[in-house]
């Protein structure tokens, strides 16, 4: 199939994400309420978006690093080999961590990270994701914080896309791909 045409349908709302963004990060700041600064990590690209969003919301001292992984190039299936693109900058050791991921698919991403960040001994270790497709996992992993739950379908918007276009909606829409 070409998968040059296709079209967006609206899933997500702008005004529905920024209502659940603030939702999470109240959550967030009541569960690290203690900590002197907590570490949020975004896993990049596709949590970009969502991370600024989510860090204006937060209540409490932070700062922000990223980490790039990639197992899916620019296809639509991961390949389920994960590989560190960008590491982080800073040392998390006896530190308090937020992972922040656009979605969770397979699993395969976030078991691969939390396992590289857990052997850094962390103080305490959370994730956070925008999107969670728990039809499509195959390794037992999830988030601690969810802002939506999704059916199989193929997303962008917000940050997430499909061959480097249309992170930039503010909104989530499913592609449906029309054949020529």
Not at 3 to 14: E, F, G, L, P, R
Not at 123 to 150: H, M, Q, Y
Request: hydrophobic share 40%.
């Amino acid at each position: 199939m070409d998968h040059t045409n296709y079209v967006i349908d609206q899933m997500i709302s702008a005004k529905s994400i920024a209502a659940r963004v603030e939702t999470l990060a109240n959550e967030i700041s009541t569960h690290f309420a203690d900590t002197d600064k907590l570490v949020v990590v975004g896993l990049l690209r596709g949590s970009f978006v969502f991370i600024a969003d989510l860090v204006r919301e937060l209540d409490l001292p932070c700062e922000v690093d990223f980490l790039e992984t990639s197992s899916y190039g620019d296809g639509m299936n991961s390949s389920r080999e994960v590989r560190i693109l960008k590491d982080l900058r800073g040392d998390i050791e006896g530190r308090d961590i937020l992972v922040v991921e656009d979605i969770v698919d397979t699993g395969h991403t976030l078991r691969h990270v939390i396992g590289l960040l857990k052997s850094r001994n962390p103080a305490r270790f959370e994730v956070c994701a925008l999107l969670d497709k728990p039809s499509r996992r195959e390794v037992n992993i999830s988030a601690k914080w969810t802002g939506f739950e999704i059916p199989d379908e193929f997303v962008v918007g917000y940050g997430i896309d499909y061959a480097q276009r249309n992170r930039n909606l503010d909104h989530i829409g499913s592609v449906r791909f029309i054949e020529n």
